[in-house]
């Protein structure tokens, strides 16, 4: 960490939050962010059992972490999750500040623009644009100068690779890279600086555990994907850790593709 750069006390480790941490995307984040020596509040939703693993991995490296809920599409709980976050920066860090929020928590799937209905649509919009959105508004008091927000989009967002049935999940997707933007602006002013990642179809949980279920749909992605096989969560967690990382310094505003050349 360039303790200059981020008013960051030499003694206090770096802390980050990664949203959706009990699977998937998330959980390698976590992970890879530990080994770069930060401490790691680890959200889930439905499973608890999978944040706790997640926080196993990262005492198994030798660092620190600390599972907590969070439904990222009920911004009215976000004040609570707050008085978590902070109880758990002093119990846990010594510390009243964070170093980097990934916003990451999601869920996949699509539905014809036939058959969506406002629930569903509002749905997509809660979890995938409103939460990350405000979750970031809740906790940028305790964002320390430097800090890193990442947040998680989608190759679905791109001409090239859309897919029927995504205009829900896809529109989105696509708001929370120009909104992401827009905050690498405003928020520069207090050197934070706001990137997002666009994973290709990556092996995790998404849409029900669709690549567990129907393993069939693999080939005809991999034929579509340069690098010529599906992405792991490792291939993004390892982006998404240096993006939070001092090595990304000079890095803001980019939206970063980061699907082994899936649909070129
Ligand atoms: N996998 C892909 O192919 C792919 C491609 C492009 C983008 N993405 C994006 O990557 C991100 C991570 O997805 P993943 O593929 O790792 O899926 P995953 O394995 O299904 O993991 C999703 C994570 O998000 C959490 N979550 C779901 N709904 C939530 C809610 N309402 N509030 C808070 N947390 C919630 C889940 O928590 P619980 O398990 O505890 O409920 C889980 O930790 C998502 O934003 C997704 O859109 C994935």
Do not use: C
Not at 133 to 156: I, M
């Amino acid at each position: 960490m360039n303790t200059e750069q981020t008013n960051q006390p030499t003694d206090a480790l770096p802390v980050a939050i990664v949203t959706g941490a009990s699977a998937g995307i998330g959980r390698s984040a976590a992970v890879e962010i530990a080994r770069r020596g930060f401490g790691v509040i680890a959200t889930y939703h439905s499973r608890p059992e999978g944040a706790e693993d997640t926080v196993r991995l990262i005492e198994d490296l030798g660092g620190t972490a600390r599972a907590i809920r969070l439904d990222v599409g009920d911004t009215e709980t976000f004040p609570a999750f707050r008085e978590q976050v902070e109880a758990a920066l002093a119990n846990e860090w010594g510390t009243d500040r964070i170093d980097a929020l990934v916003n990451n928590a999601g869920f996949g799937g699509g539905r014809a623009f036939e058959d969506m209905r406002e629930a569903d649509f509002d749905e997509y919009y809660r979890v995938l644009l409103r939460g990350p959105y405000f979750l970031t508004q809740t906790l940028l008091p305790l964002l320390r100068r430097g800090a890193a927000v990442v947040n998680v989009s989608s190759s679905s967002v791109r001409p090239g690779e859309s897919e029927p049935g995504y205009s829900g999940y896809a529109g989105m997707k696509a708001a929370l890279v120009t909104a992401s933007r827009y905050l690498a602006r405003e928020l520069g002013e207090r050197g934070i600086r706001v990137n997002t990642i666009a994973p290709g179809p990556t092996r995790t949980r998404i849409g029900g555990d669709a690549f567990e279920k129907y393993p069939d749909i693999i080939p005809a992605i991999a034929a579509k994907t340069a690098l010529g096989r599906l992405g792991e969560p490792d291939d993004i967690g390892r982006v998404i850790a240096f993006l939070v990382s001092a090595d990304a310094q000079w890095i803001t505003g980019e939206d970063i593709q980061v699907a082994g050349g899936y649909g070129l």
